[in-house]
């Protein structure tokens, strides 16, 4: 499985758009981007996937560079509750997600 | 919604007790994970179910066992708990893989401390 490669944390101001990197160098054309979110004391939570394409949904936006070895998921207005623990995984066409350590995600007022 | 409930959120045993973790999901989903999640570590997979009765190890199996007899219901278990298995548990469900958006829906956790 291809590994990925997360800042330990970042800060955001509440409105702004918070922007988190994941690098994925290793990622095979079969292997999608997925994100999860894990809000203190709950399981994680699914955001967005996505294989080649840009993708958009109620909760963030995902970007995927052309060569597919990066990706960032963007919150386009952070607030207070998005604070949380950021996932990026690559994963192939498997039933198993391999977590990391992810991106702690500070929104501050 | 999707409703992933685990027995208890709180649990504190001895060394050496056998422990029995439990999850139950609503959604008539096949597969069922157990994930162990420490400080650094992030999540690793313990176990993982796809059907009843059938069990496929994950990363950190030694240690534990599961158990899964009806579709809704997916146990782990401590055979004999060590101080080393302290750590927050956390079970999850979800469709085949087949299935997209591919979305594990997960429990609240239960924080263990074995003393």
């Known amino acids: 499985d291809a590994k990925t490669t997360q800042p330990p944390s970042m800060d955001c101001a509440e409105g702004r758009a918070a922007n988190l990197p994941c690098n994925h160098s290793?990622?095979?054309?079969?292997?999608?981007v997925y994100w999860y979110r894990q809000i203190h004391s709950q399981g994680p939570q699914y955001i967005i996937h996505?294989?080649?394409n840009n993708e958009t949904n109620e909760m963030a936006s995902l970007i995927i560079t052309e060569d597919r070895k990066s990706s960032t998921l963007i919150l386009p207005h952070a607030t207070l509750r998005d604070t949380a623990v950021y996932y990026c995984?690559?994963?192939?066409?498997?039933?198993?997600?391999?977590f990391g350590t992810g991106t702690r995600l500070q929104v501050f007022p | 919604d999707v409703k992933v409930t685990q027995s208890s959120r709180y649990l504190v045993k001895r060394t050496g007790e056998k422990v029995f973790l439990e999850c139950v999901q609503d959604?008539?989903?096949?597969?069922m994970f157990w994930y162990r999640q420490d400080p650094g570590l992030g999540l690793r997979l313990i176990y993982f179910?796809?059907?009843?009765?059938?069990?496929e190890k994950g990363d950190i199996p030694e240690g534990y066992s599961v158990s899964r007899e009806k579709k809704e219901r997916f146990s782990l278990i401590l055979e004999s708990a060590s101080t080393n298995q302290t750590s927050m548990y956390l079970c999850?469900?979800?469709?085949?893989?087949?299935?997209?958006?591919?979305?594990?829906?997960f429990g609240p956790g239960t924080r263990l401390t074995v003393t």
């Open positions: 999850a469900s979800s469709l085949p893989r087949l299935v997209t958006p591919y979305e594990q829906y």
């Open positions: 290793t990622i095979s054309g079969n292997e999608y």
């Open positions: 996505g294989l080649k």
């Open positions: 995984i690559v994963s192939p066409n498997t039933d198993k997600l391999i």
């Open positions: 959604m008539d989903h096949e597969n």
């Open positions: 179910s796809y059907d009843v009765k059938m069990k």
